[in-house]
């Protein structure tokens, strides 16, 4: 059955014809948009484990679910990267059958709690819903999938997939985040033998070490992950594919295919004078020190800077995980340090409002031009250049523009939050893999297949930093890919 | 986890551990790193891996207890585990046929110096190692140099054993009598600056091989990053092992210090 035979058969079982006959389409759009229920701003800016979003009740859960039209052609489906079957899951929730929705989630996607969370619905399937095209704000479709996961969960009733029968084909996954968690469940629905290769000592990759508590609790990721064992998925930590075991050793033991997910690597610096000082530091290491190591803990062996004055470099998620972090962590003043405008950030809009709330403070339009030290190396001043936005450049923001005036403030901690270089361990350890000039791996498009037949890619590697989602898509994508692959040439 | 098969105490405060890890035993060359934690709220801390034996599946770490991290790693005892352990980590020492190499290890940095000996010597090098130490008990592996170097020169501090004088001292009686081609020096990062000031002078290419902060050592946080030749490098990836002539080592030393007072707390 192709996805729109799929899609038509469901929406015409009995029930869903019913409950679309209860209301009318123009009493549904009438319904306003649900409010996400969350932690006070200033509690929450103390609270480093709490998390901010609190999730929908039951009730708004069920009468947002009203608001969805079941359209016929549900575009939001176009706009999701793992193409979850929306409307299905919705119409669920609207009926109460909260298990039913949690269920169609997991046809398609291995992180439903993830995903409810740290998705940016507001630029994938919400923005392709109906009611924008009607100039009202789109069913909350982010949150009523949150609410559906979290309902399974709570209720312990967690379902698992279902298995194909087994193939006994040995696949290997490299790397635990989301591209190889989505890759792993996707293949192990298939009957695939799948063992993952972690080279941390957490499974998750950026799910643990990046994104903080207080957005996505790395107990809502376990759970996930222990569905996957329960599909049968192998996960083995503190192994370094290219490193501890090589791509001949896979072979030799049996493996036919690896899929590579080895995720963002090097952070990117913007080679300033003083960048090198103590005190300044990526986000990368700021946010694996709190989140992975948990070093704010008084209990915890790895240490953590607790600036009074911190200053983030950058505008996209991850420098607001760090600053929001800097907050909760008993910084005074947490300021984001951004080179172009608000409206030409990166950042989820929500994450921007949070950051806010919280009292976070925005320097737009500065770019950090040198760190001045103390005596001990420590950062104590940062001396920004002021900018102006020019015309447009390739990403289609305006550019920012030095104006020739700067400015020199008083700061304890930097935190560079500018993007991320591939990870090199696997393209410098796969003789014949295709990197491109930005290191990384090149893969055909259509079927994340490298120029080795039994290596796929996909996430962070091969996209050089992007969303869990899109990681999520390419595992997804590649998994469909590998097993044809395999099944032609058996 | 992997278990703890010996432990030797060079000294008081340096330990020899034995560690059960049969993959890295069997992968890890000269000059590579591991990444060790201990305990579930531990630290990840980077040791340079000193000889590993593939039939018994084992790798071999000297540690030297100075930190919080260190003492826990120094406390554990035969059959104990080592809650995580990964690498191999590291570009591998570049070994090749060069002529005389001189071996400049100090402190605890004597054993990863050890299997870049082994290995240089096995290339067909005259190797001749200088092992510094600040007195007699806490020179290391004297013994095992021996039946690898052509050469072995003691350099204590307080003249106990061996010679008198710095690290330094050792490298220039050689220099004064012979050619050296290449010097490659492991041990405390202030050491390493006047042994690469000191060849530097002679114009004798010299590896130095670094230790730094990590979190993750495997190239993502940015925290072992160090000035060579005035660009930024990851320790972890691009290293450990790095031209010591380029290396800017006031930089390294005042960033092993960044966490200095807060981890006493």
Redo the contacts between chains.
């Keep these: 059955m192709t996805t729109s035979e799929l899609i038509a058969a469901r929406r015409s079982e009995p029930w869903r014809e019913e409950l679309r006959k209860r209301k009318k389409n123009k009493e549904r759009t009438a319904i306003p948009r649900v409010q996400m229920n969350e932690l006070d701003p200033e509690y929450r800016s103390h609270t480093r484990l709490e998390e901010v979003n609190l999730g929908l009740t039951k009730e708004q859960a069920m009468l947002e679910a009203q608001r969805c039209l079941d359209c016929p052609t549900p575009t939001c489906m176009d706009g999701c990267p793992v193409g979850i079957n929306i409307p299905t899951f919705i119409k669920n929730i609207e009926r109460g059958e909260f298990l039913e929705a949690a269920k169609v989630l997991k046809e398609t996607s291995a992180l439903p709690a993830v995903c409810g969370r740290v998705c940016p619905q507001e630029k994938q399937c919400e923005s392709k819903c109906i009611h924008i095209k009607m100039g009202k704000p789109a069913v909350a479709i982010g949150y009523l999938e949150r609410f559906a996961a979290d309902f399974e969960r709570e209720s312990g009733q967690i379902s698992i997939p279902e298995i194909k029968q087994k193939n006994n084909i040995k696949i290997a996954v490299v790397g635990s985040g989301p591209a190889g968690l989505s890759f792993a469940g996707d293949m192990a629905k298939r009957g695939y033998d799948i063992t993952v290769f972690e080279?941390?000592?957490e499974i998750g990759g950026v799910l643990k070490?990046g994104i903080p508590e207080f957005r996505l609790p790395n107990h809502i990721v376990d759970v996930e992950i222990d569905s996957l064992r329960k599909m049968g998925v192998t996960f083995i930590?503190?192994?370094?594919v290219g490193?501890?075991?090589?791509y001949s050793d896979l072979h030799n033991n049996g493996f036919r295919g690896i899929f590579v997910a080895s995720g963002?690597?090097?952070?990117n610096?913007m080679?300033i004078p003083g960048?090198?000082?103590?005190?300044v530091?990526?986000s990368?290491?700021y946010l694996?020190?709190v989140n992975?190591?948990?070093a704010a803990?008084p209990?915890?062996?790895?240490?953590?800077?607790k600036g009074k004055r911190v200053a983030v470099i950058g505008g996209g998620n991850t420098a607001m995980d760090s600053v929001r972090t800097a907050l909760r962590l008993g910084a005074e003043q947490a300021i984001i340090v951004y080179r172009r405008s608000e409206e030409e950030m990166p950042a989820r809009i929500e994450e921007i409002k949070h950051a806010k709330e919280e009292g976070v403070q925005f320097l737009t339009l500065h770019n950090p031009i040198e760190y001045i030290g103390d005596e001990?190396?420590h950062v104590r001043q940062m001396k920004l250049q002021k900018m102006a936005l020019g015309e447009p450049d390739a990403s289609g923001r305006r550019r920012p523009v030095p104006t020739g005036e700067e400015e020199t403030i008083d700061i304890d901690e930097v935190i560079v939050s500018i993007g991320v270089s591939p990870?090199?361990?696997i393209p410098r350890a796969f003789d014949g893999l295709g990197i491109s000039s930005k290191g990384t791996i090149i893969v055909n498009e259509a079927t994340n297949q490298s120029t080795i037949s039994d290596v796929f890619a996909g996430g962070d590697i091969v996209r050089g930093g992007a969303t869990v989602i899109l990681a999520m898509g390419d595992g997804r994508k590649a998994a469909a890919a590998m097993d044809d692959f395999l099944k032609s040439s058996l | 986890m992997n278990k703890i098969i010996s432990k030797e105490h060079f000294s008081e405060n340096v330990v020899k551990l034995e560690v059960e890890a049969p993959?890295?035993a069997r992968?890890r060359k000269a000059g590579h790193f591991v990444i060790v934690?201990v305990?579930e709220?531990?630290?990840?801390v980077p040791l340079t891996i000193a000889g590993a034996d593939i039939q018994k599946g084992t790798i071999t770490l000297v540690i030297q207890a100075v930190g919080?991290?260190s003492k826990?790693i120094c406390s554990l005892n035969v059959g104990d585990y080592i809650?995580?352990?990964?690498?191999?980590?590291g570009q591998a020492t570049h070994i090749e046929k060069v002529g005389t190499v001189v071996c400049a290890g100090g402190g605890v940095g004597v054993a990863p110096l050890l299997p870049i000996v082994e290995a240089f010597h096995k290339a067909g090098n005259r190797v001749i190692v200088i092992l510094a130490a600040r007195t007699k008990e806490l020179v290391i592996l004297e013994k095992q140099m021996k039946e690898n170097a052509d050469e072995v020169i003691i350099m204590t501090d307080d003249g106990s054993y061996g010679e008198k004088g710095l690290v330094t001292n050792g490298i220039e009686k050689v220099i004064a009598r012979e050619k050296v081609d290449l010097c490659v020096t492991i041990g405390p990062a202030i050491m390493m600056k006047f042994v690469s000031a000191l060849t530097k002078k002679y114009d004798i290419p010299t590896v130095a091989s670094l230790n730094t902060i990590m979190?993750?050592g495997?190239?993502?946080?940015?925290?072992c990053?160090?000035?060579v030749g005035g660009k930024?490098r990851?320790v972890c990836?691009d290293g450990p092992e790095f031209d010591a002539h380029q290396v800017d080592f006031d930089?390294l030393l005042?960033?092993l210090?960044?966490?200095k007072g807060?981890?006493n707390k």
Excluded at chain 2, 41 to 44: D, L, N, P, S, T
Excluded at chain 2, 83 to 89: F, I, S, Y
Excluded at chain 2, 218 to 223: E, N, P, S
């Design positions: 080279a941390l000592h070490y930590t503190n192994c370094i490193k501890t075991i090589s963002a690597g090097l952070p610096f080679n960048e090198n000082l103590v005190g530091m990526s990368n290491e694996t020190r992975l190591m948990d803990n209990n915890a062996d790895t240490p953590i800077y001990q190396g990870n090199p361990l | 993959l890295i992968s934690r305990g709220k531990g630290e990840r919080k991290s826990k809650t995580d352990l990964v690498g191999p980590l979190v993750d495997t190239g993502m946080c940015g925290a990053r160090i000035s930024t990851f990836v930089e005042m960033r210090n960044a966490y807060i981890e």
